[in-house]
């Protein structure tokens, strides 16, 4: 992420304990030159920031260390927070605020920036298993034969979708033809919504990806016409590859060189696509449509929400509750 100076923004400061407060330290303590700080030191002066301060800047742990010593090399008294975002940020006094961003103005002029894209953690996240709960129920409902022509009532026909029956659409997602077929799009769900989780919450992306699944799956009807149909989470799943390729590929540093690197989420992803997407019995055109329209949805979120990655909310629930009701809604209408 590029850093940047932001508009000024006042913030309270909240109260601090003196006893405990590091700017209470000795001068002989905190008069350190930037040479010898590892790490910044915000509030490495001997004067306390006032209730109200103003932001002069933001970016990575490393960026502000760097900013940090060009300020502490003016004597200007400053503070360094993290915002809910991630981003740290550096606020001033309302006094020091010019010279402030004209000593960062400088210092980044001589030092232009570099953009950082953090890798995703290699690790096991909970959150795509309330996603595949659609599609585990439902496949399992049908096998049972818990609901009478099931099967029947929420494949994708092309000539029904065209005829009217557009719900189809919605409930072809959560069918599958045997065991074999639902376990391979439950694991390969899995590890695809498990990295995409790490940059953004699923509530607020599965929705999306829902949508564009059975528009991919109208968009198959539309282009056959007749004599197909189709079944099969597969399509979410390539609409799943799809986002978190174009995802990446907003991600990537505008300073990667050659076109192999800079296009590398993107060639990764299609060429994952084209390997699973072309076995026994594929749906070839509902996989290909599936990859297109994820990667439309990879477009929606804002970029600083990606890259520092946000923490699931109460709001969030009202997103589960539409990815949800959007199944229920498709099914309402089948068996109606």
């Known amino acids: 992420m590029s850093p940047r100076f932001m508009s000024p923004m006042v913030r309270r400061r909240p109260p ?19 040479q010898n ?23 990575t ?9 060009v300020l502490l ?25 010019a010279r402030s961003r004209l000593q960062l103005g400088l210092y980044i002029k001589e030092n232009p920036p570099k953009e950082e ?7 096991f996240s909970l959150q795509p298993i309330w996603v595949l709960l659609v599609p585990i129920l439902c496949t399992f409902a049908d096998f049972g034969n818990f609901i009478q022509r099931m099967h029947l009532q929420g494949i994708a026909d092309a000539e029904k979708i065209l005829r009217g029956e557009w719900w189809r659409t919605i409930t072809a997602i959560t069918l599958h033809g045997d065991a074999r077929h639902l376990a391979g799009n439950l694991v390969t769900g899995y590890i695809v919504l498990n990295l995409m989780s790490y940059r953004i919450p699923l509530a607020r ?15 198959v009807a539309a282009t056959v016409q007749a004599d197909y149909r189709a079944l099969g989470f597969s399509s979410f799943v390539f609409a799943a590859i799809g986002a978190l390729a174009v995802i990446e590929f907003r991600l990537m540093p505008h300073e990667t060189r ?17 390997f699973l997407g072309l076995g026994e019995n594929a749906d070839i055109l509902g996989h290909a449509y599936g990859f297109i329209m994820g990667c439309l949805c990879g477009l929606i979120p804002k970029k600083k929400t990606l890259r520092w990655g946000t923490p699931m909310t109460p709001a969030d ?8 009701g959007f199944f229920v809604f498709g099914w309402k209408n089948a068996l109606t």
């Open 117 to 123: 894209n953090p890798p995703i953690p290699l690790s």
């Open 258 to 274: 050659g076109l192999l690197r800079r296009f590398a989420p993107l060639c990764g992803a299609l060429s994952l696509a084209v």
């Open 37 to 59: 700080s590892a790490a910044p030191q915000g509030d490495a002066l001997p004067e306390e920031l006032p209730e109200e301060s103003v932001q002069v800047a933001t970016g």
């Open 205 to 219: 992306m599965v929705p999306f990806l829902a949508i564009g699944s059975a528009i991919a799956n109208f968009c």
């Open 73 to 97: 090399s003016q004597n200007i008294v400053h503070r360094l927070e993290r915002s809910p975002e991630g981003p740290f940020e550096i606020f001033v006094t309302p006094e020091n605020e």
């Open 61 to 69: 742990y490393r960026q502000i260390r760097d900013y940090s010593l």
């Open 317 to 324: 629930l009202l997103w589960v509750m539409f990815y949800f």
């Open 16 to 34: 601090t304990n003196r006893d405990n407060d590091p700017v209470d330290k000795p001068k002989s303590e905190t008069n350190q030159s930037p």
